[in-house]
């Protein structure tokens, strides 16, 4: 059974950072690649960065490319996404997921497993 728990959510200011955590349980998580999502009220959940098993490919949307970095560690099963330059737009609620593939993906129908999510919430 896979468990992936969120964490790093919070209230900031626009123009401030923030680090996402994702801690996945099981010993395959380096065999997998992984996303992050979001989903504001009243929206779509949307994709926000993806990465491969290794960490050498990444990808994001135009919405978030040069303010946000995904990461991960796979010593510690723990998936990241740094976040610089927020806006008040990036408020949502933030989601990790495991694709069951080693390349990554933006389409969200391709993750078998999602967290719960962690508030993050950009005040102007």
């Known amino acids: 059974q896979v468990q992936l728990v969120e964490s790093g959510g919070g209230l900031v200011q626009a123009g401030g950072s923030l680090r996402l955590s994702c801690a996945a349980s099981?010993?395959?998580?380096?065999?997998?690649?992984m996303g992050w999502f979001r989903q504001a009220p009243g929206k779509e959940r949307e994709f926000v960065a993806t990465?491969?098993?290794?960490?050498?490919?990444?990808y994001y949307p135009d919405s978030v490319k040069g303010r946000f970095i995904i990461s991960r560690d796979n010593a510690k099963n723990t998936l990241y996404l740094r976040m610089n330059c927020l806006k008040p737009e990036d408020t949502a609620v933030y989601y990790c997921?495991?694709?069951?593939?080693?390349?990554?993906?933006?389409?969200?129908?391709?993750?078998?497993?999602w967290g719960q999510g962690t508030q993050v919430t950009v005040s102007s």
């Open positions: 990465i491969s098993w290794s960490g050498g490919w990444t």
């Open positions: 997921a495991r694709r069951s593939h080693p390349a990554g993906s933006s389409s969200r129908v391709d993750y078998d497993y």
């Open positions: 099981g010993r395959t998580f380096s065999n997998y690649a």
